[in-house]
Every structure is written in structure tokens, then in C-alpha cells.
Antibody
């Protein structure tokens, strides 16, 4: 069974930093691209970032480019999101989402984690 | 960049069929696959349709997806509506010209 378990969400002050983690199991992690998708309270879904299997392809939404860094450790079957210079508008539940393919060029998403809440507030 | 536009809400009675549309603002709807996700309150999204019209295992065949190039839109149809289908539904596609994953704004389905 595919499982994606996010952790690391917390309340931080504006300008602060946070790193989210996603532990994957139930599939061969190193053969799948991975994305982060967020959802602000009461709002819709917003794609944040993507990384392919070898980290040779990495993409970011314009809203987070230059502030967030996606990475992965295939040996640990884990995905990460380093978030710097956080703003109140980054407040959201952050989901770890699997791409059924390796390079993301088809843009398909399939399995979602339960999400972890990040609150940016003073 | 393109946008995906969905109706904000739809409602229908149990046992009936409802169709939710997802219109692409520019570029052809058939250019990139469309996915549909169901999100019940307090839960993460789950996939009900992928690659335009494919159903994951475990999703009942009451759910079907299609694309219409004449209206440049994708549609999710749910037949034999049940109260458990009440949820938010999101369409999603991919902007290959400027790699971004694009979501529609979501449609709240009420079954009453």
C-alpha cells in the first residue's frame, strides 16, 4: 500500500524558516517524481514544487521561487521542502504527492499524503 | 500560462447524474492529461480520474471522465449519486510550455 507521511509542520513567525519531510513507503520511491501541493485554509489546491527521480529536473511555482527548495533522499525514501523567508500567505496544509512516472513530463499526480499544517503568524 | 475554470458549486439529488466541467483558458485541452481529485471535509484529496478518463482501482464505475475539444473542456460525471459523493472536486492539468501543475478552483458538490 502506498503511504506518504508528512511531518515538520509548525507555527513560525514571518521571515522564519521550516523544513518539511515526507516519508514514502509501499512503492519504489526512486522511480517516481514527487511534488508538494498546498492548500490554504478554506481555499483550493496550489502546486508548489516538483522534483524528478534524480533531482535533474526541479520546478517551482512563481509564488515560492527563490524561497523554497525541494530535495529528496532516495536511500531514505524521503522528500523534503526547505522553506525560507516565510510569509503569512504561505500558511497552508502542505501535501506530498506522487507522480506515477519518473520525469513529471506528463504532469500526472496520483497518491497524496495526509498533509502537515504550516502557520506563519506573529 | 493557462487557467482551469470550474463551477463553484453544483447540486443534485441522490440517484441522479451530475457533470462537473473544467474549461482550459488557452491551449488545447487535449494537449495535456487532466486529472480529477475528490476531497471530503477534513481529508486529503484522492484521485478519482487520471489521464482524462482512467479510473484508479477501487473507484466505482459511477465516476467517468472525458474531454471535449470543441468546448476546450474536461468533464467529470458521477452517476447514481450517493450522499457519500458530497465533496469538493478539483481538476488538474499540466503546463508543459512552462512546467507548472495547474489546478482548477474546485467545485463543491452537494447531494440533497
Amino acid at each position: 500500500e502506498v503511504q506518504l507521511v508528512e511531518s515538520g509542520g509548525a507555527r513560525v513567525q514571518p521571515g522564519g524558516s521550516l523544513t518539511l519531510s515526507c516519508a514514502a513507503s509501499g512503492f519504489t520511491f526512486r522511480t517516481h517524481g514527487m511534488s508538494w501541493v498546498r492548500q490554504a485554509p478554506g481555499k483550493g489546491l496550489e502546486w508548489v514544487s516538483f522534483v524528478d527521480t534524480t533531482t535533474s529536473l526541479i520546478f517551482y511555482a512563481d509564488s515560492v521561487k527563490g524561497r523554497f527548495t525541494i530535495s529528496r533522499d532516495n536511500a531514505k525514501s524521503s522528500l523534503y521542502l526547505q522553506m525560507n523567508n516565510l510569509k503569512p500567505e504561505d500558511t497552508a496544509v502542505y501535501y506530498c504527492v506522487r507522480d506515477p512516472y519518473n520525469s513529471g513530463t506528463l504532469g500526472v499526480l496520483d497518491y497524496w499524503g495526509q498533509g502537515t499544517l504550516v502557520t506563519v503568524s506573529s | 500560462n493557462f487557467m482551469l475554470t470550474q463551477p463553484r458549486s453544483v447540486s443534485e439529488s441522490p440517484g441522479k447524474t451530475v457533470t462537473i466541467s473544467c474549461t482550459r483558458s488557452s491551449g488545447g485541452i487535449a494537449t495535456n492529461y487532466v486529472q480529477w481529485f475528490q476531497q471530503r471535509p477534513g481529508s486529503p484529496p484522492t484521485t478519482v480520474i487520471y489521464e482524462d478518463n482512467q479510473r484508479p482501482s477501487g473507484v466505482p464505475d459511477r465516476f467517468s471522465g472525458s474531454i471535449d475539444t470543441s468546448s476546450n473542456s474536461a468533464s467529470l460525471s458521477i452517476s447514481g449519486l450517493r450522499t457519500e459523493d458530497e465533496a469538493d472536486y478539483y481538476c488538474q492539468s499540466y503546463d508543459s510550455s512552462n512546467p507548472h501543475w495547474v489546478f482548477g478552483g474546485g467545485t463543491k458538490l452537494t447531494v440533497l
